[in-house]
Structure formats: C-alpha cells, structure tokens
C-alpha cells in the first residue's frame, strides 16, 4: 500500500515564477491538506481540500491555491512566487470519519522548493 | 487559534531516558500529537492522546498530559541513536480538522 506521494521532490525557481506541487493521498483517504515548512519551524497549515473544494484555510494569501481531482489526488499552486515561499511544502491525506473527531494525517516527503 | 511551544534541543546519552516537553494555548484541542521527522524526511506520526485522557503509553513512549497547566510531555524509554530527530507536538483544531505545529525539538543521542 503506498503512502502518501509527492512530485517534484526538489523544485528551483525565480521570483516572480509560478510552481504547482502534486500530491497523492495514501490509499482510502479523501482529504488533502498542505502545510508549508520554513527552515527551522514547525509545519503551517495552507488549506485542505475535501471533496474536491477547499474547506478551510490557513492564514496564506490568495497566491496559494489548490485543487482536488475526482481520484483525490491535489494540486498545490504557488503564483508570484516570493523568495520567502522557500520552504518544504509537505502534503498529508486523512479519511473524514462523520461522527468521529478523530482525525489521523500522514505525511508525504514534502517537496523542497527554492526561490531564487 | 492555537499556539504550541516547544524547548529547541535536547541532548541525551544512549539508553538515558528523554523527556520532550510541549504547552499549548488552546484548551479545546480533542486531540494532541506527537510527530517525528527525520532529516530530508516528512513527518511520522508516533503517539496520540485524547484530551479526557492523562496518560497514554505506547512501547518505548509515553505521553502526559497535564490539561490543567496546558502542558504535554513525551517520554522515550532507552533512548537510541535512531531516535535523533525533531519531535513535534501538534493540536488538532477539530472544527478545521488542522494541525498547529510547535517549533520542534531537536533531539540529539550520544552514544
């Protein structure tokens, strides 16, 4: 059973450049959700994307943006890149369990993306 | 929303115990997690604990937790060098279904 899967891993890119970061959800999950992680910090949360639209968001600008496919793979969308968007962007999948508040996440490899 | 904070290092001789320490703001997380990662790697879930819960103990870890001062600990037993990593504590906002992530403590194993 695969994981969760990320591509590209590395990503190089100059100010101003728009990047798209994949992901594929572990087997079974529905939900995607993105977090950015700066050198040094914990994870922060992007969005998350359940049923192919986004249900909630962190607090990022409106240059990132997502997107979810019917087979619940995601898309995250980087535009105007600035060089402080350099970061690892890590994609985790979970299942929505109604009734359940428990919400297990897994964690991809995370792409590494380099704003020059 | 939540804040976490976490100690940045801490350094410990192979087969001591570690004790990684965490406190958190938001007393409505249900639930609270403990992530490892490891260098150029994603994070692995290690151990979870309901909030309603003070205690949980999984192999080698255990995890306190003291609602009361909002604080949270996670004990590795026998400390191993394949345990050097960072280690984070999380919430989970259960109406947003997000995770709020401390800083991270590197843990560093001296054989």
Same mark, same amino acid.
């Given at each position: 059973d695969a994981g969760v899967t990320q591509s590209p891993t590395h990503l190089i890119k100059t100010r101003g450049q728009q990047v798209t970061l994949r992901c594929s959800p572990k087997s079974g999950h529905d939900t995607v959700s993105w977090y950015q992680q700066a050198l040094g910090q914990g994870p922060q949360f992007i969005f998350q994307y359940y049923e192919e639209e986004e249900r909630q968001r962190g607090n990022f600008p409106d240059r990132f943006s997502g997107h979810q496919f019917p087979n619940y793979s995601s898309e995250l969308n980087v535009?105007?890149?600035?060089?402080?968007?350099?970061?690892?962007?890590?994609?985790?999948?979970?299942?929505?369990?109604?009734?359940?508040?428990?919400?297990?996440? #897994? #964690?991809?490899?995370g792409t590494r993306l380099t704003v020059l | 929303g939540e804040d976490v904070e976490q100690s940045l290092f801490l350094s410990v001789r192979e087969g001591d115990s570690s004790v990684i320490n965490c406190t958190y703001t938001d007393s409505s997380s249900t639930y609270l997690?403990?992530? &490892?990662?490891?260098?150029?790697?994603? *994070?692995?879930? *290690?151990?979870?604990?309901?909030?309603?819960? $003070?205690? &949980?103990? $999984?192999?080698?870890?255990?995890?306190?937790?003291?609602?009361? $001062?909002k604080h949270l600990s996670l004990r590795i037993a026998d400390t191993q060098t394949g345990d050097s990593a960072i280690y984070f504590c999380a919430g989970m906002d259960t109406g947003r279904r997000a995770l709020t992530f401390g800083s991270g403590t590197r843990l560093q194993v001296q054989p």
């Amino acid at each position: 059973d695969a994981g969760v899967t990320q591509s590209p891993t590395h990503l190089i890119k100059t100010r101003g450049q728009q990047v798209t970061l994949r992901c594929s959800p572990k087997s079974g999950h529905d939900t995607v959700s993105w977090y950015q992680q700066a050198l040094g910090q914990g994870p922060q949360f992007i969005f998350q994307y359940y049923e192919e639209e986004e249900r909630q968001r962190g607090n990022f600008p409106d240059r990132f943006s997502g997107h979810q496919f019917p087979n619940y793979s995601s898309e995250l969308n980087v535009n105007a890149l600035l060089l402080g968007d350099s970061a690892l962007y890590l994609c985790a999948s979970s299942l929505v369990v109604r009734g359940s508040s428990y919400n297990e996440q #897994f #964690f991809g490899p995370g792409t590494r993306l380099t704003v020059l | 929303g939540e804040d976490v904070e976490q100690s940045l290092f801490l350094s410990v001789r192979e087969g001591d115990s570690s004790v990684i320490n965490c406190t958190y703001t938001d007393s409505s997380s249900t639930y609270l997690y403990w992530y &490892k990662q490891e260098p150029g790697a994603g *994070l692995q879930l *290690l151990t979870y604990i309901f909030s309603n819960m $003070d205690m &949980k103990q $999984d192999q080698r870890l255990t995890v306190l937790l003291n609602k009361k $001062d909002k604080h949270l600990s996670l004990r590795i037993a026998d400390t191993q060098t394949g345990d050097s990593a960072i280690y984070f504590c999380a919430g989970m906002d259960t109406g947003r279904r997000a995770l709020t992530f401390g800083s991270g403590t590197r843990l560093q194993v001296q054989p």
